[in-house]
């Protein structure tokens, strides 16, 4: 059966995220969206959390057990702070969480340990593409193998912290097969052009960049998982739930700032909380973020199991889709004019909110 209780160590954890997110997080949101550049000082204290150090195996130093529900509860409360230093603070996750899975015993051996850390590993991953018409079971990046190596050519969209990264996974469809896996490129490979950073509606704190793939050859042994690859399916599966727990962490954000402003704000000498209007539209909100935290939780469930969580994680994705983007919409509509001011966050938390349709691989669980 599903628990809906979290274990000690669970509760422990959301715990500290949360003190993290409000105390830390919430205080610098706002000015970090306004400049585009989190605080060093942030990102560090949410990596030292130790969130992806327990996806690595114990006899590479980390703790052995990679739980997506205790990642779904870290991602909800990360984005109840604020969505781009959620994904900054689990970026490295993009290249870590697929590496443990399903990494060749000396590709773990050679990366997992720059995630024990202390500081951030400079690691990220590639997947989203420019176009209307993306789609992650078709990718257009390809990858064509020659002799002992593979070359790259493809375009990559919303690479987060490509600039910085030293090492890269880049999903790309082969050529011949028409499977997708996933390739290791490192900083300075010929071939690879990351361009400036990119404008976005949301996510205005977290730096995203395109990348392209001219010719970029890499060694054969470069491919995650060498021959035998890795589990592309389960790998989309992870990031939908994840980019589903973000959802529901903004969508979250955003329905208890609109109920707290509704209990204080009053017209006519009682607060606008007690107007039918209002009453119903928080009464909403709360019904879209608890009914998207329940489908999350399932999908992550299953994951957990080791069963295919295909269905449901996607089901999960859909809806918390909708819910963010319903649920900050309202907040802004509860704050009225005060809702289209800068200084209020439920206008960031819309922008941030709309983008969830096309975020697809900037999260892993």
């Not at 205790?70 to 230093?85: F, H, I, P, Q």
């Not at 491919?223 to 599966?237: C, P, Q």
């Not at 109920?259 to 119903?280: H, L, M, N, S, V």
């Amino acid at each position: 059966m599903v628990s809906f209780t979290p274990t000690d160590e669970q509760q422990q954890l959301v715990d500290i995220i949360r003190r993290y997110a409000v105390n830390d997080v919430r205080a610098v949101a706002h000015e970090a969206d306004e400049t585009g550049k989190i605080p060093e000082g942030v990102v560090e204290t949410g990596w030292q959390i130790g969130l992806v150090p327990t996806a690595i195996p114990e006899e590479l130093g980390g703790f052995g057990e990679m739980s997506a529900i205790t990642g779904v509860l870290a991602a909800e409360e990360l984005a109840y702070g604020d969505l781009s230093v959620a994904m900054a603070v689990m970026a490295p996750a993009l290249f870590a969480y697929p590496m443990a899975l399903y990494g060749t015993a000396e590709q773990r051996e050679n990366w997992l340990p720059m995630f024990l850390e202390e500081s951030p590993a400079p690691a990220t991953a590639a997947l989203l593409e420019p176009g209307v018409f993306f789609d992650p079971n078709d990718l257009q990046t390809t990858a064509t193998a020659e002799g002992d190596k593979a070359r790259l050519n493809g375009v990559k969209a919303c690479v987060p912290l490509a600039l910085d990264a030293s090492v890269m996974l880049v999903y790309a469809k082969d050529s011949e097969t028409g499977s997708t896996d996933a390739y290791l490129v490192q900083r300075g490979t010929d071939g690879v052009i990351i361009e400036a950073p990119e404008q976005l509606m949301g996510l205005r704190a977290l730096p995203t960049y395109r990348v392209k793939f001219n010719d970029a050859r890499v060694d054969a042994p470069c491919k995650l998982g060498g021959a035998v690859g890795s589990n592309y399916e389960t790998i989309l599966n992870r990031s939908r739930v994840a980019l589903a727990a973000l959802a529901v962490g903004v969508a979250r954000g955003a329905a208890e700032y609109a109920r707290d402003y509704a209990k204080e704000r009053q017209t006519f000498g009682a607060p606008i909380a007690t107007r039918q209007a209002i009453a119903f539209m928080l009464a909403e909100m709360a019904i879209e973020v608890d009914a998207a935290r329940l489908m999350t939780w399932e999908a992550a469930w299953k994951l957990d199991k080791g069963e295919d969580a295909t269905k449901e994680a996607y089901l999960a994705k859909q809806y918390a889709d909708k819910a963010v983007l319903f649920a900050t919409d309202s907040a802004v509509q509860v704050l009225g004019g005060y809702g289209f001011i800068r200084e209020f966050p439920v206008e960031r938390w819309l922008r941030n909110g709309r983008g969830f349709t096309a975020f697809d691989g900037l999260a892993i669980v």
